[in-house]
């Protein structure tokens, strides 16, 4: 079955440092997809980046970049130079792409609450 | 604007009453789900559905009924018989094709049981 495991509850960095949310994850099938999503306090949960398990190259999005390495079945996330706004609770997920996931379930990680300090 | 609306954002009720979450959304999306979060602990599928009239059981569906009358619309009852239905609950909605597609999400509804 597959699992997905935020080790880290939560982070607290002052603000302008840069900040690392670790995702690690099982699962049996060699299609899959990862995602991160990000929960500010409001609870709307927004979506950051989807990653499928054939792209292994890394992605940078302003501040934002993730680093996916399949032999360490690692999917982390780095926030550069926080800011206030980033305080959060960050969920990475998993999809399987195989025939038991024809609803696009999702599993989550339990996630990671980062609070930036000014 | 296109989204997920849920209504109402903070919902009181008494032990023993059964009630209803409304999930709506204009996206046009085939495959609608219901989350449920509790303090500290990430997202736990309650149940899904792919298309109308059809759904599915998700990991903690005992003591919660859904239906799929409508493409737009997916609401949630909590039934008497759910122990600890004071969460928060998250509605999601997305293109059913496994994994390709995110799952938006609404703004979710915070039920408090007393």
């Not at chain 1, 079955?1 to 995702?23: H, N």
């Not at chain 1, 099938?29 to 890394?58: A, H």
């Not at chain 2, 909590?78 to 390709?100: D, H, W």
């Amino acid at each position: 079955a597959q699992k997905v495991t935020q080790a880290q509850t939560e982070i607290s960095v002052v603000e302008k440092e840069d900040v690392t949310l670790d995702c690690v994850y099982e699962t049996r099938d060699t299609t899959y997809y990862l995602f991160w999503y990000k929960q500010p306090p409001s609870g709307e949960l927004v979506f950051l980046i989807r990653r499928n398990s054939f792209d292994e190259q890394n992605e940078i999005s302003g501040r934002y970049s993730w680093n996916f390495q399949k032999s360490t079945s690692s999917f982390n996330f780095t926030i550069t130079a926080s800011q206030v706004v980033d305080s959060a609770v960050y969920f990475c997920a998993l999809s399987e792409a195989g025939g038991n996931n024809a609803g696009n379930m999702l599993t989550f990680g339990g996630g990671t609450r980062l609070m930036v300090k000014p | 604007d296109g989204g997920i609306t849920q209504s109402p954002k903070y919902l009181f009720r008494k032990e023993g009453q059964n009630v209803t979450l409304s999930c709506e959304q204009n996206l046009n999306h085939d495959a609608m789900y219901w989350y449920r979060q509790d303090p500290g602990q990430g997202l736990r599928l309650i149940y899904y559905s792919q298309i109308v009239n059809d759904f599915q059981k998700g990991d903690i569906a005992e003591g919660y009924s859904v239906s799929r009358e409508k493409k737009e619309s997916f609401p949630l009852t909590v039934t008497s018989a759910q122990k600890n239905p004071t969460a928060f609950y998250l509605c999601a909605s997305s293109i059913p094709l496994a994994g390709s597609y995110e799952q938006y999400f609404g703004p979710g509804t915070r039920l408090t049981v007393t």
